[in-house]
């Protein structure tokens, strides 16, 4: 295994981290040594979560509002000290078919799971790249290498993350700042509440994906992709002509999984949250 007395010490951000896969890589981390600070728009999850953990800083942050945005990294700086790695994990991801989806969830969508990681990269760099080191770290999912019926928008969001992130690994080669993407399959969080993997694939355990987080900075790799069987299958259908992949996945649940065999009295808690319609 990889050695990584390394994280001991580093300043870590996380959006989106009261919560799955954000609070398990701050958990992973913190136990390696490294100094956390978690935001999230959920302001009474975010105490909770960062009182419990004895984070170095927790509070609310809407990373699609850049005010907001800046001030919280402002903070962390002037509380914790220069940050070392920014990890954009904050995402949501409704389900449902695309002619269903109202407009303002389209933008929502595409707000927080896209212009929030822009932005919280170009918050990022802007510290990092005068210092010659740090390591950015975006969270998108293996939805951003294929299409899943159901998902028609956070596919489009993942898809662009993923350019996004591959773009920038380029544009700032040599800069001293790492820049990396994250490709978790459908995980067990509140996210994935209610779905079922389809056949041939089991869902990632949030701690899976930290532990990948904790490797990728250790070694400043570019991309993981979880669960590696996961990864393998999609880059394989990647490889495939498109109506043979297309109908490799059918017999696998894959036009289903997120339609119509969601379990949607299981997945309404997670739909209104993120869909605004909590009451």
Same mark, same amino acid.
Request: charged share 25%; hydrophobic share 40%.
């Given at each position: 295994? !990889?050695?990584? &007395?390394?994280? &001991?010490?580093?300043?870590?951000?996380? !959006?989106?981290? %009261?919560?799955? =896969?954000?609070?398990?890589?701050?958990?992973?981390?913190?136990?390696? /040594?490294?100094?956390?600070?978690?935001?999230?728009?959920? +302001? !009474?999850?975010?105490?909770? &979560?960062?009182?419990?953990?004895?984070? +170095?800083?927790?509070? @609310?942050?809407?990373?699609?509002?850049?005010?907001?945005?800046?001030?919280?990294?402002?903070?962390? +700086?002037?509380?914790?000290?220069?940050?070392?790695?920014?990890?954009?994990?904050?995402?949501?991801?409704?389900?449902?078919? $695309? =002619?269903?989806?109202?407009?303002?969830?389209?933008?929502?969508?595409?707000?927080?799971?896209?212009?929030?990681?822009?932005?919280?990269?170009?918050?990022?760099?802007?510290?990092?790249? @005068?210092?010659?080191? /740090?390591?950015?770290?975006?969270?998108?999912?293996? *939805?951003?290498?294929?299409?899943?019926?159901?998902?028609?928008?956070?596919? %489009?969001?993942?898809? %662009?993350?993923?350019?996004?992130?591959?773009?920038?690994?380029?544009?700032?080669?040599?800069?001293?700042?790492?820049?990396?993407?994250?490709?978790?399959?459908?995980?067990?969080?509140?996210?994935?509440?209610?779905?079922?993997?389809?056949?041939?694939?089991?869902?990632?355990?949030?701690?899976?994906?930290?532990?990948?987080?904790?490797?990728?900075?250790?070694?400043?790799?570019?991309?993981?992709?979880? !669960?590696?069987? *996961?990864?393998?299958? &999609?880059?394989? $259908?990647?490889?495939? @002509?498109?109506?043979?992949?297309?109908?490799?996945?059918? @017999?696998?649940?894959?036009?289903?999984?997120?339609?119509?065999?969601?379990?949607?009295? *299981?997945?309404?808690?997670?739909?209104?949250?993120?869909?605004?319609?909590?009451?």
């Amino acid at each position: 295994m !990889t050695k990584v &007395s390394n994280i &001991s010490g580093k300043v870590v951000v996380i !959006t989106g981290g %009261a919560r799955g =896969i954000g609070l398990s890589t701050a958990k992973a981390l913190q136990r390696l /040594g490294a100094k956390i600070a978690i935001g999230d728009i959920d +302001e !009474t999850a975010v105490k909770e &979560s960062g009182t419990a953990a004895d984070f +170095e800083h927790y509070g @609310p942050l809407d990373v699609t509002d850049q005010r907001s945005f800046d001030a919280f990294l402002d903070e962390v +700086e002037r509380q914790v000290g220069p940050i070392d790695v920014l990890i954009n994990n904050a995402g949501i991801m409704p389900t449902g078919r $695309v =002619i269903d989806e109202p407009d303002a969830l389209t933008r929502r969508i595409l707000d927080i799971n896209l212009y929030g990681v822009i932005l919280g990269s170009k918050l990022a760099l802007a510290r990092m790249l @005068p210092r010659h080191r /740090g390591h950015l770290i975006n969270i998108a999912s293996l *939805a951003g290498e294929t299409h899943v019926p159901g998902l028609a928008t956070y596919n %489009a969001s993942k898809h %662009a993350v993923l350019g996004f992130t591959d773009t920038l690994r380029e544009e700032y080669r040599g800069s001293g700042v790492a820049i990396s993407s994250v490709l978790p399959t459908l995980t067990n969080t509140d996210l994935g509440s209610g779905v079922h993997a389809p056949k041939m694939l089991r869902a990632a355990e949030p701690e899976e994906v930290a532990a990948a987080i904790v490797q990728m900075i250790a070694t400043r790799r570019s991309k993981v992709r979880v !669960t590696k069987v *996961a990864g393998v299958i &999609s880059q394989i $259908v990647g490889l495939l @002509p498109q109506a043979l992949g297309d109908a490799i996945g059918r @017999p696998l649940g894959s036009q289903r999984a997120f339609l119509g065999d969601v379990d949607a009295a *299981a997945r309404k808690k997670y739909e209104d949250r993120v869909r605004g319609t909590e009451e």
